[in-house]
């Protein structure tokens, strides 16, 4: 038997993704030492390992993995299911990419609406990440979802609150869902917001934020300091900016 420790090194991989197996129940120790607290592993569930890594690569959560290995999902079922999930995503990024019609003078030019935030419940994740590592905690609620037997309701966003103070500012992801209720929701409803629908690009939503405070300057509108970015699949992006 190899401890921890040895057992990754022999794996190729990080003890904190091991001991992340071992919590999720993908890979559990073949003995744990009760006086120290040490997790041994045996030679045969290196092929576990490896085949839970080679899953990973391809971008299968921890969440489809364990339902391969449980025998509850076919392994062959779900990589055609994330092919095609690709195939998807590089369409969209191909129209996106060759879409003429939005430029950054379409941009500017476009003019903000008043509209409310529509109420929806939702599960979330209170983050303490940057910005670009926000799609991780996406795959991690639609995982929850998934285990919960509910479906996403609505496109995921992210709600920024304390803009005006960095002491006081967070941010939560929020992945609208349907006929669910628990500690691990929170309802949203904004009555009255400035909205703005981008289609820079999600990399540039910073572009739309620009144009929601020149147009509350110029038409003397008072922004709170709560804001949404709802990223759409048709990957455009709905900025709203509460009023106060």
């Known amino acids: 038997m190899y ?9 190729n991989v990080g003890r904190k993704a091991l001991r992340i197996y071992r919590e ?24 576990t390992l490896e085949t839970i890594r080679r899953l ?3 971008g299968l959560s921890l969440f489809e993995i364990k339902q391969i290995l449980n025998g509850e999902a076919n ?21 996106m990419l060759s879409d003429k019609s939005q430029t950054s003078s379409d941009v500017q030019a ?25 799609g991780m905690s996406v795959g991690k609620l639609y995982e929850k979802a998934a285990k919960a037997g509910v479906q996403p309701a609505g496109s995921h966003f992210v709600q920024y609150d304390g803009l005006d103070d960095e002491e006081k500012f967070t941010m939560r992801t929020c992945l609208p869902v349907a006929d669910h209720f628990g500690d691990d929701m929170v309802e949203i409803y904004e009555s009255g917001c400035l909205h703005l629908n981008f289609r820079g690009g999600f990399s540039k939503v910073s ?18 300091d709560r804001a949404y970015e709802v990223y759409n699949k048709d990957m455009s992006v709905d900025v709203y900016h509460s009023l106060k």
């Open 3 to 11: 401890t921890s420790g040895q057992f990754a090194m022999m794996g």
């Open 75 to 95: 392994e062959e079922d779900i990589v055609k299911s994330k092919i095609k999930e690709t195939d998807s995503l590089l369409k969209d990024m191909k129209e």
């Open 24 to 47: 999720e129940g993908l890979l559990i120790p073949v003995m744990t030492n009760e006086e120290n607290g040490y997790h041994y592993y045996d030679e045969s569930q290196l092929s």
């Open 56 to 58: 990973r690569s391809i």
């Open 207 to 224: 572009d739309a934020h620009k144009v929601i405070h020149k147009y509350a300057e110029e038409h003397n509108i008072v922004l709170s």
């Open 110 to 134: 476009a003019e903000p609406d008043i509209r409310s935030f529509e109420r929806c419940t939702c599960l979330y994740i209170d983050e303490n990440v940057e910005p670009e590592k926000l």
